[in-house]
């Protein structure tokens, strides 16, 4: 199992940028991939970005597309989320999620693929 821990959430205006970051501890970090998730107020919780293991491949949301980056340091163990010109309705929980398998070759949407989960950090985006 592995433990995650995000950071860097807090309250910025539309058009402003957060970075996310999520340090994991445990298992082999490197060997899974890692997703954001994000769920707003009496709103199920969705998918937002995803990255495989080694940070080859990617995938994002349409919502978030252009605008939100997802990265991986393996040597630190942490995996980041880049959020530029953020909108009020990007306002949420966000929180990051290992992928339940290793080395798995394409990138996946889905909560149930993923184990371990942190215990999100408030993202508020003021308009």
């Given at each position: 199992?592995?433990?995650?821990?995000?950071?860097?959430?807090?309250?910025?205006?539309?058009?402003?940028?957060?970075?996310?970051?999520?340090?994991?501890?445990?298992?082999?970090?490197?060997?899974?991939?890692?997703?954001?998730?994000?769920?707003?107020?009496?709103?199920?919780?969705?998918?937002?970005?995803?990255?495989?293991?080694?940070?080859?491949?990617?995938?994002?949301?349409?919502?978030?597309?252009?605008?939100f980056?997802?990265?991986?340091?393996?040597?630190?163990?942490?995996?980041?989320?880049?959020?530029?010109?953020?909108?009020?309705?990007?306002?949420?929980?966000?929180?990051?999620?290992?992928?339940?398998?290793?080395?798995?070759?394409?990138?996946?949407?889905?909560?149930?693929?993923?184990?371990?989960?942190?215990?999100g950090?408030?993202?508020?985006?003021?308009?």
């Open positions: 199992q592995v433990q995650l821990v995000e950071s860097g959430g807090g309250l910025v205006q539309a058009g402003g940028s957060l970075r996310l970051s999520c340090a994991a501890s445990g298992r082999m970090f490197s060997s899974y991939a890692m997703d954001w998730f994000r769920q707003a107020p009496g709103k199920e919780r969705e998918f937002v970005a995803a990255i495989t293991w080694s940070g080859a491949n990617t995938d994002y949301a349409d919502s978030v597309k252009g605008r980056t997802i990265s991986r340091d393996n040597a630190k163990n942490t995996v980041y989320l880049q959020m530029n010109n953020l909108k009020p309705e990007d306002t949420a929980v966000y929180y990051c999620a290992a992928d339940l398998r290793p080395f798995r070759l394409q990138v996946s949407r889905y909560e149930g693929d993923f184990g371990s989960w942190g215990q950090t408030q993202v508020t985006v003021s308009s």
